[in-house]
């Protein structure tokens, strides 16, 4: 917006503060009232007058002529001579509101007389008369503030504020209006309301009912933009005075909410239905009023802007296209600033409309200098304008010269072109050189199709042309013929360079392999593999059905390698485009795919394996370390296949983890062998076959392995499994050393997991003892006795090892002191009993305190059925206590 648009808005809220101030004069009866309504209304329609005489005057003065179109003259002046309206307006309301103050007088009163007035009528009384600057300044806040608001850059923001701030007006001033207060006539010390009586109310509401066909015309004819912002002032203004009036209760049948639906409603319906519409209108009426002045650049703009506001405006439109088509370069010499304002588009246009049809020879070189203004003032429309001097030179049949051009047209690798205004022309340069005359196309013709790069492009112009005209059969026999004609290698190296074509038919190419991926003849079937091979980089829906086809028609003439190299294409393809946004064949096809990958990668594997256990069998370690290594990326790639198998939806789930299990194994991998394991005894926890390799692989794991894993796989590793497994071999009486060592292994791997664990710490200290490692684990039970005792199963431990220590201190260490406290500590425990109290007796004997022996031998000798009955009386007869 410019600095007059700010000060347009100033002016009309400074209109509203002087009208408001000639308002508030509002004498006592009706019939002053018209006298001061008459008078001022006189002066304003005079400004305007001489503003509207001032504007017609310029126009004339500029070349209009009125009676060329009479109907459009009188908006033409409204909207060219805004600063002659707005000063008429403004200057007729100053002075309507100065001849009212004493200093006019001399002047004033002779004036009105003329018309029947006195001075009385037309004076300003006080206080109303002293609040001239305030109504100016209020007005001037007032108008900056509308300034300000129509600065609201989003339309709805403003649209939506506007409805709130009319709400505003029309309620403040309906609240607020009668207390406005002047001194009281007959009681100087007393004040009353300026517009107690309905009267002077009704008054007021006329006055500014008055006020609002002059603010519309200034906002009609102003330059600056029309907005919600005026209509929202209007409508405020509306409301206020339908309220003074008494509008609800004069009009029957009209409730009481009618002075703030009305505005509202008279917003919401001007501001999305009139408004639009009148801003393209105005615009576009100065468009054609300053073309027809010859003032083009002014007239681009406004075509320029009505179409900025509604792209479809078809008055916008056609006054833009008659402004270019008139253009001449004696006219762009004239106005050397309209070249900066052409739309080169429509320059164009000319242009070919100068050349579509056979052309004379001046109308070439009209068209010739347009192209070369294009090309220096707009290169990135270059490809069109050699288009054209393509056209230009063969209407004057000079063949070599447009051969010349249309090759470099053609070419993808012509410096400067812009791609997508060079696709735009593409197709229409490619029908010149096949289609076009004789000795054009005897120069280009088909065999142009041959150069590197070509095809593509012209299949690409096609399928654009279809997309754009699906009947042209021209562009539908290019199809036919280029798609029959392409090589795979020239769709691979357009990819290499631009990557995957975004205006290829891979549909049709699709329907053309199916064609002939059959056939007999193995030319044309490689033909319709690489048309399926194409097929399939594009349509990655329908990919793994597609590489399915050819993997299919490969391993039917032999060639494995190549077979699994197109289901590495479905994973591929499986990958990239979501397995589950797959149709539910294409993902059975991908799935199998996945499968069949894994088992020829394992197969592979083991071919590799066996020679690593030959070289074993056969002495050789570094043979065999290199073997493994060599078999162990097969098995890995076989992992991934299966993973992804299971992930991405496979129904053999179970399968799926054993199969996992066995290749980390293969791999010597048994830590992740061992989670997968147990991942299948989820869903069979009885299988034989994952029972046994669970027992194979914990007895692999090595401690080191699990502890640098122990983050990351210590929910997945069955501390209870390693528990439970060498608690039932501790608990055979036959276990020999290898079976102890297991043992051992596995309660060290369950400590990794649950470093503090009392039954881990009890089971290891066990496997010691059993293997004749008193001393560590003694000092095992030691460190479980002297830690917390947890609940449940910890609890239970910890007893356990309290009374196993007490046995060790008692019957191997000979530290009856040491035991009796043990005992006395696992006494507190519910699982104890008579045998508990048995110890106890024996270790305060082997103390030699007799009389602790004797209490606790009693004790036990209540239990009369208990097997250590006996042995208590034996021991109180040997105490001489029976």
């Known amino acids: 917006m410019t600095p007059w648009h700010r000060n347009e808005y100033i002016l009309k809220g400074l209109f509203f503060g002087l009208w408001a101030f000639f308002a508030l004069q509002v004498p006592p009866t009706s019939q002053d009232a018209w006298k001061d309504i008459f008078w001022v209304l006189g002066w304003v329609g005079t400004g305007l007058a001489v503003g509207l005489v001032l504007g017609v005057g310029r126009l004339v003065r500029r070349g209009v002529k009125p009676w060329a179109n009479w109907k459009a003259f009188p908006l033409l002046?409204?909207?060219?001579?805004?600063?002659?309206?707005?000063?008429?307006?403004?200057?007729?309301?100053?002075?309507?509101?100065?001849?009212?103050?004493?200093?006019?007088?001399?002047?004033?009163?002779?004036?009105?007389?003329?018309?029947?007035?006195?001075?009385?009528?037309?004076?300003?009384?006080?206080?109303?008369?002293?609040?001239?600057?305030?109504?100016?300044?209020?007005?001037?806040?007032?108008?900056f503030g509308l300034y300000r608001m129509r600065q609201i850059e989003d339309g709805r923001w403003r649209f939506l504020?506007?409805?709130?701030?009319?709400?505003?007006?029309?309620?403040?001033?309906?609240?607020?209006?009668?207390?406005?207060?002047v001194p009281d006539p007959t009681d100087a010390t007393k004040s009353v309301s300026l517009f107690e009586s309905a009267a002077s109310r009704v008054n007021l509401g006329i006055y500014l009912l008055l006020g609002l066909p002059f603010f519309y015309l200034l906002t009609f004819c102003g330059e600056a933009e029309e907005s919600e912002v005026e209509i929202m002032t209007f409508c405020g203004v509306l409301g206020i005075a339908l309220h003074l009036v008494g509008?609800?209760?004069?009009?029957?049948?009209?409730?009481?909410?009618?002075?703030?639906?009305?505005?509202?409603?008279?917003?919401?319906?001007?501001?999305?239905?009139?408004?639009?519409?009148?801003?393209?209108?105005?615009?576009?009426?100065?468009?054609?009023?300053?073309?027809?002045?010859?003032?083009?650049?002014?007239?681009?703009?406004?075509?320029?802007?009505?179409?900025?506001?509604?792209?479809?405006?078809?008055?916008?439109?056609?006054?833009?296209?008659?402004?270019?088509?008139?253009?001449?370069?004696?006219?762009?010499?004239?106005?050397?600033?309209?070249?900066?304002?052409?739309?080169?588009?429509?320059?164009?246009?000319?242009s070919t409309a100068l050349l579509m049809v056979p052309p004379t020879q001046a109308a070439r070189d009209e068209a010739a200098r347009f192209l070369d203004l294009v090309e220096k003032k707009k290169p990135v429309y270059l490809a069109r304008v050699d288009y054209l001097r393509v056209i230009s030179l063969v209407h004057a049949k000079q063949y070599e010269f447009a051969s010349e051009a249309l090759a470099r047209l053609l070419s993808p690798e012509t410096p400067g072109y812009h791609p997508t205004v060079r696709n735009q022309v593409l197709?229409?340069?490619?029908?010149?050189?096949?289609?076009?005359?004789?000795?054009?196309t005897d120069r280009m013709g088909w065999p142009e199709l041959n150069k590197p790069g070509r095809r593509m492009e012209a299949i690409g112009a096609v399928e654009r042309k279809l997309a754009a005209d699906a009947n042209n059969e021209k562009a539908k026999e290019y199809r036919n013929v280029l798609y029959s004609g392409l090589q795979e290698g020239e769709f691979v190296a357009a990819v290499a360079v631009g990557g995957a074509p975004k205006d290829f038919n891979y549909d049709y190419v699709e329907q053309l392999g199916y064609q002939l991926a059959d056939d007999n003849d193995p030319e044309r079937r490689e033909r319709g593999l690489g048309y399926?091979?194409?097929?399939?980089?594009?349509?990655?829906?329908?990919?793994?059905?597609?590489?399915?086809?050819?993997?299919?028609?490969?391993?039917?003439?032999?060639?494995?390698?190549?077979?699994?190299?197109?289901?590495?294409?479905?994973?591929?393809?499986?990958?990239?485009?979501?397995?589950?946004?797959?149709?539910k064949d294409q993902k059975e096809i991908y799935?199998?795919?996945?499968?069949?990958?894994?088992?020829?990668?394992?197969?592979?594997?083991?071919?590799?394996?066996?020679?690593?256990?030959?070289?074993?069998?056969?002495?050789?370690?570094?043979?065999?370390?290199?073997?493994?290594?060599?078999?162990?990326?097969?098995?890995?790639?076989?992992?991934?296949?299966?993973?992804?198998?299971?992930?991405?939806?496979?129904?053999?789930?179970?399968?799926?983890?054993?199969?996992?299990?066995?290749?980390y194994g293969k791999t010597r991998d048994a830590l992740n062998a061992v989670i997968n394991t147990a991942a299948a005894l989820e869903y069979s926890s009885s299988d034989p076959d994952l029972l046994q390799k669970r027992d194979s692989y914990y007895y692999s794991v090595t401690i080191e392995r699990l502890t640098r894993a122990k983050e990351s796989v210590g929910k997945w590793f069955d501390v209870g499994y390693?528990?439970?497994?060498?608690?039932?071999?501790?608990?055979?009486?036959?276990?020999?050393?290898?079976?102890?060592?297991?043992?051992?292994?596995?309660?060290?791997?369950?400590?990794?997991?649950?470093?503090?664990?009392?039954?881990?710490?009890?089971?290891?200290?066990r496997c010691l003892l059993r293997r004749g490692e008193r001393d560590g684990g003694l000092q095992l039970l030691e460190d479980v006795r002297e830690g917390p005792k947890g609940s449940g199963d910890e609890e239970e431990a910890w007893y356990n090892a309290t009374r196993l220590l007490g046995q060790l201190y008692l019957e191997e260490l000979s530290r009856p002191d040491l035991a009796v406290r043990a005992y006395l500590d696992y006494k507190d425990y519910h699982k104890s009993g008579a045998d508990t109290l048995f110890n106890i007796a024996k270790c305060y004997e082997a103390m030699n305190e007799p009389a602790n022996a004797i209490k606790y031998y009693n004790a036990v000798t209540v239990y009369e059925e208990h097997p250590k009955y006996w042995d208590a009386k034996e021991a109180l007869r040997r105490l001489g206590k029976e």
């Open 591 to 663: 799935l199998n795919a996945l499968r069949k990958l894994a088992a020829l990668a394992e197969a592979e594997g083991d071919v590799i394996k066996a020679e690593a256990d030959a070289a074993d069998a056969n002495g050789d370690a570094v043979g065999r370390e290199k073997k493994d290594a060599e078999a162990r990326p097969y098995y890995e790639s076989a992992i991934t296949d299966l993973q992804l198998y299971r992930d991405d939806g496979g129904g053999a789930v179970l399968e799926a983890y054993r199969k996992i299990a066995e290749l």
């Open 532 to 583: 399926l091979r194409i097929a399939g980089r594009g349509l990655l829906a329908r990919a793994p059905g597609i590489f399915k086809k050819l993997a299919d028609a490969s391993e039917k003439y032999g060639d494995a390698h190549t077979a699994r190299g197109y289901s590495e294409q479905i994973k591929l393809a499986g990958r990239t485009f979501g397995p589950r946004n797959f149709a």
């Open 77 to 143: 002046v409204l909207l060219e001579s805004s600063v002659f309206i707005y000063a008429g307006i403004m200057t007729g309301l100053m002075c309507g509101i100065l001849s009212g103050r004493e200093l006019a007088e001399p002047w004033a009163r002779p004036l009105a007389q003329l018309f029947g007035l006195t001075w009385d009528d037309i004076k300003h009384t006080p206080p109303v008369s002293e609040w001239l600057s305030f109504c100016a300044f209020g007005g001037a806040v007032l108008g």
């Open 722 to 765: 390693c528990v439970k497994k060498a608690m039932s071999i501790l608990n055979r009486s036959d276990a020999d050393a290898d079976l102890l060592d297991w043992a051992t292994h596995l309660a060290r791997l369950a400590k990794v997991i649950e470093p503090t664990s009392n039954r881990v710490r009890m089971l290891e200290a």
């Open 161 to 181: 504020t506007g409805i709130g701030v009319a709400a505003a007006f029309v309620y403040l001033a309906s609240e607020y209006i009668l207390e406005i207060k």
């Open 427 to 440: 197709f229409d340069a490619w029908f010149l050189a096949i289609d076009g005359p004789k000795g054009l």
């Open 247 to 350: 509008f609800a209760t004069a009009v029957p049948g009209v409730g009481a909410a009618a002075p703030f639906l009305i505005p509202i409603v008279l917003y919401f319906v001007y501001a999305t239905r009139v408004l639009p519409g009148l801003r393209v209108f105005k615009h576009v009426l100065r468009g054609f009023s300053y073309m027809n002045l010859g003032q083009l650049a002014l007239a681009i703009r406004f075509f320029r802007r009505a179409l900025e506001l509604n792209p479809n405006s078809e008055l916008a439109l056609e006054g833009m296209h008659r402004l270019h088509n008139n253009l001449t370069l004696a006219t762009l010499e004239r106005h050397p600033d309209l070249i900066e304002e052409l739309d080169f588009k429509l320059c164009l246009d000319r």
